[in-house]
């Protein structure tokens, strides 16, 4: 139904910054609430942030407050993650994924679709 594109990893040292994007294809990308999960090597994929369908609500991890911003542009049927004050801990795959309500959005099996992930590596 829906496909997935991650882009905008890299390598970026702590107290930086970086966006990610996450362009999608497939059905109509505005009926669809859209977020960001990470994973880093050995631990469970974790909950980022999530935005609504006219990018009015947001909610983020306790983690990430203040430090990252989600963003929606419609148009452009694209979603970013402006991550700022990066910490080594922010390593990881970070992942995009597609869903229709933010009820149960901090759960992986509360969300459809998936990306297959950019990395971002934070050196100390």
């Known amino acids: 139904q829906v496909q997935l594109v991650e882009s905008g990893g890299g390598l970026v040292q702590a107290g930086g910054s970086l966006r990610v994007s996450c362009a999608a294809s497939g059905r109509t990308f505005t009926n669809y609430i859209m977020g960001w999960f990470r994973q880093a090597p050995g631990k469970e994929r974790e909950f980022v942030a999530a935005i609504s369908w006219g990018g009015a609500n947001t909610y983020y991890a306790d983690s990430v407050k203040g430090r990252f911003t989600i963003s929606r542009d419609n148009a452009k049927s694209t979603v970013y993650l402006q991550m700022n004050s990066l910490k080594p801990e922010d390593t990881a795959v970070y992942y995009c994924?597609?869903?229709?309500?933010?009820?149960?959005?901090?759960?992986?099996?509360?969300?459809?679709?998936w990306g297959q992930g950019t990395q971002v590596t934070v050196s100390s």
């Open positions: 994924a597609a869903g229709r309500t933010m009820v149960g959005v901090t759960t992986t099996q509360a969300w459809a679709y």
